[in-house]
């Protein structure tokens, strides 16, 4: 019966193995933390306690059918989709920005008309943009010597695509500039023009933090609500001085995750009984770290990033053994572009970064960001998957 179900296994999850046992890992910190966490979710909202659970396992299901699904299709075809999937983003990102649900002062998701589910559009956009500079950079790889080449191919579809998402989720952007970035020097642009870039990109900043720090508050809030926080949040964190005024909660947050990871200790196994889940907003979401380092203490943490860390490494490897440039971009990109964003959440849960909005992959509670991440693991695997086939038939250990 065993050797059946292994036998069943490898014949129908293929790719790289050890990649399937982190997300697998993930899923599990996932529905075990989440239930954990949203003790205080489940009062609120006046439910029986296992709701939240069923339907993390729910969406987690989704998720490893959308994982097998997507890595069983040749990558190949991915260059194709990805044109389709950054055209399709950017009209998304605009329509967002105008008729968005206003979150926080924030126009992030969108409302899927009958279903009633809720996505972000940043999340496809994300996706879309490491697989559209993946497939650019494979496809005119001659072409990108000329400055003039670089900004029409890669630069501008970056900037469009950032800027869309900054206005209401610049955390969400700054990590898919940094995402492109390194793609493009893995992608081999020359260092030449990536110092142009560089050089574009502090003069675009030094613009931004001159009018942030110079434009009245008044006339801020009339264009941009998020404008007046980001500047709160740069003062106190240079500071060191909460701002209470513009973000109530912020400071709450960061105390109430310093007491969680402070009762962890070096090593805790006390599953489910986390005492700051019931005073610590977002528990569940964006500070779902510091209740698993509550849990299970420092060493439970470690566990976390270690998988993060090993998960990056893995893909890193795939550029090394990747036989085409395509393939190789999209893996190494992607995997970046998770990694960063959890090496942020867990930052941000450690008081080490401003307070964001940023989930933890595939372990904070979640519908689309959960989807699309799950895309992106199976887009991953689709690579490794055909590696391991040419290998195979190149006689190739």
Known sequence: MNNKILSFLEENF??????????????????????????SLVYKMNVGHETYLIKQIGISILGIFLIYFTHIVNYKHYSRIAQLLWYISIPLLIYTM????????????????LIGLTFQPSDLAKIALIMFLARQLAVNQEKMKEFKDVMYSLILPIAITCLLIARDNLSTALILYFTSVLVM??????????????SLTLIAAAIFITLLYTVPEPVQRKYSER????????????????????????????????IAISKGGLFR?????????????????????VIIVEEYGLLGGAFVLLLYIFFLYRCIKM???????????????????????????????????????????????????VVFTSIAFGVILSVSRNIQEEQQISGIP
């Open 227 to 258: 404008s007046v926080i980001w500047k709160h949040r740069i003062d106190s964190y240079i500071s060191g001085v909460k701002a209470d005024d513009i973000d109530p909660d912020e400071d709450y947050q960061v105390q109430q995750a310093k």
């Open 185 to 198: 020097f893995i992608g081999r642009v020359s260092i030449k023009n990536l110092s142009i870039l560089a």
């Open 98 to 113: 105008a008729y968005g649900r206003h979150i926080n002062g924030a126009s992030r998701g969108l409302t899927l008309p």
């Open 319 to 369: 550029v090394i053994n990747a036989p085409r440039t395509f393939g190789a971009l999209l893996a190494v990109g992607l995997g970046i572009a998770l990694v960063t964003q959890a090496m942020i959440n867990m930052a941000v849960a450690v008081d080490l970064l401003p307070v964001t909005g940023v989930t933890l992959p595939l372990v904070s509670m979640g519908g689309s960001s």
């Open 269 to 289: 196994l006390n599953p489910g009984g986390s005492d700051q889940r019931n005073y610590l907003p977002e528990a569940y979401n964006d500070f779902i770290y």
């Open 14 to 39: 293929k790719g790289d193995r050890v990649i399937w046992v982190i997300i697998l890992c993930l899923f599990i910190v996932s529905m075990i933390s989440v239930y954990s966490a949203t003790g």
